[in-house]
Every structure is written in C-alpha cells, then in structure tokens.
C-alpha cells in the first residue's frame, strides 16, 4: 500500500497535545497518532450508517401489526436467548 504525504496545520495547544500523546508512550510519532485518529474516525463513519441503514430498514418493513405486549415479549425472549 502506497503512502501520500500530507501537511496539516495545527495550532499550539493542538500541537502540544499532540506531542503529548506521543511523550505518553501511546505513539511513537505525529504520523501515527493521525493514522489512528483517521482509522478510529472510519470505524465511526462503519457504524454510524450500520445505524442509518437500520432505521430505514424500520422505516421502509411499515407500521406492525403487533400489540406493544407482543413487541415487548418478543425482544425480551431475544434477550433471553442471547443472555440466557
């Protein structure tokens, strides 16, 4: 995989936590530390429209036929089967 160079600009107080980061031992330099914040960003962006992909799989399966008993009663038997 080919890399791409960059230049950003930070201001102080941006750049120094930053640097923290990396005195703390959690990185071992700049580049890293954006790669994670990049890579953490896009796990976000996955889940987010997992999300979204949901609500409108609820939106488009319509209004249920089924009392709130029985709604209630079907996701607590879920919740047994998974927990149980």
């Known amino acids: 995989m080919g890399t791409i160079r960059k230049t950003i600009t930070l201001t ?12 703390a031992g959690d990185y071992t330099n ?22 979204k992909d949901a609500i ?6 319509g209004i249920s036929e089924r009392t709130i008993g029985e709604i209630w009663a079907g996701a607590e038997a879920e919740h047994e089967g998974r927990n149980g």
């Open 56 to 61: 409108q799989d609820g939106l488009d399966s």
């Open 30 to 51: 700049d580049s890293e530390y954006f790669r994670d914040l990049v890579r953490r960003d896009q796990e976000r962006g996955k889940k987010h429209q997992a999300l």
């Open 12 to 23: 102080e107080k941006q750049d120094g936590w930053v640097k923290a980061q990396i005195e």
